[in-house]
C-alpha cells in the first residue's frame, strides 16, 4: 500500500539553526500539506501547496517557515531560524481530492 | 469559522462493549467530516469520511460514523471494542474556504480510548 514517508523521524537541534524535514508524498497525488502537533495539543494546519506553489496557509506559516518540492517527489518544511516554541511533531500529507494520507512525523526538537 | 468539539478528552470501555466517541461539527454550507486514528508515536490513519449520501458510513477496522445533521455530530461507533483500539482519536471537518481544490482539515483536540480487558 503506497504511504507517506518522512524523514528525519526525529531532529533535535539548537535556537536559531536552520531545520530541513523531508516528505515523499505518494506518487499521484496532487496536494500536499504541512501539519504540526505540539506535544499534548491538537494538530494544527500549517500550509498547503498545490501546482508548485503555495495554495493557502495559516498564520503559524511566518517568514521563517518555507516549502518546496525540488525534484518532483520530495517535499520539504524549511524552518530558518528555529525557536523554543518550534518544538512539535510535524506531519507530512498527501491527498487527491479526498482524505488527507499522513506520514508517520517528524518530531523536532529544539534546545 | 469552522470548527469540532470533541467532548470527551478520554473514553474508558470493556473488551467487547461497543464504544461510542463523540464529535458535534459547525462549518457553514454542507459538511466533509472525517475520523483519523493515532496510535502512540504514529502517525495519523485515516478512519472513514463523510461526504454525501448514507448517513452511516462505514470505514476501517469495522469502525463507522453516523452522520446527523439536525445534531450537528459525526459520532463515531463501533459494536465490539478491542484492546487494540486504544488509540487517540481526532474528529475533523474540511474547510469550505479551502483554495485550489485542497482538503485544509481543522481537527479537535482528540479523544483518547481506553479498551480494557
Known amino acids: 500500500e503506497p504511504e507517506v514517508t518522512q524523514t528525519p523521524s526525529h531532529q533535535v537541534t539548537q535556537m536559531g539553526q536552520e531545520v530541513i524535514l523531508r516528505c515523499v508524498p505518494i506518487?499521484?497525488?496532487?496536494?500536499f500539506y504541512w501539519y504540526r502537533q505540539i506535544l499534548g495539543q491538537k494538530v494544527e494546519f500549517l500550509v498547503s501547496f498545490y501546482n508548485n506553489e503555495i495554495s493557502e496557509k495559516s498564520e503559524i506559516f511566518d517568514d521563517q517557515f518555507s516549502v518546496e518540492r525540488p525534484d518532483g517527489s520530495n517535499f520539504t518544511l524549511k524552518i530558518r531560524s528555529t525557536k523554543l516554541e518550534d518544538s512539535a511533531m510535524y506531519f507530512c500529507?498527501?491527498?487527491?481530492?479526498?482524505?488527507?494520507?499522513f506520514g508517520e512525523g517528524s518530531r523536532l526538537t529544539v534546545l | 469559522a469552522q470548527s469540532v468539539a470533541q467532548p470527551e478528552d478520554q473514553v474508558n470501555v470493556a473488551e467487547g462493549n461497543p464504544l461510542t466517541v463523540k464529535c458535534t461539527y459547525s462549518?457553514?454550507?454542507?459538511?466533509?467530516l472525517f475520523w483519523y486514528v493515532q496510535y502512540p508515536n504514529r502517525g495519523l490513519q485515516f478512519l472513514l469520511k463523510y461526504i454525501t449520501g448514507d448517513n452511516l458510513v462505514k470505514g476501517s477496522y469495522g469502525f463507522e460514523a453516523e452522520f446527523n445533521k439536525s445534531q450537528t455530530s459525526f459520532h463515531l461507533k463501533k459494536p465490539s471494542a478491542l484492546v487494540s483500539d486504544s488509540a487517540l482519536y481526532f474528529c475533523a471537518v474540511r474547510d469550505p474556504t479551502s483554495r485550489g481544490g485542497g482538503n485544509k482539515l481543522t481537527f479537535g483536540t482528540g479523544t483518547q480510548l481506553k479498551v480494557e480487558l
Open positions: 462549518v457553514s454550507g454542507n459538511p466533509y
Open positions: 506518487s499521484n497525488h496532487l496536494y
Open positions: 500529507a498527501s491527498s487527491t481530492t479526498g482524505e488527507l494520507f
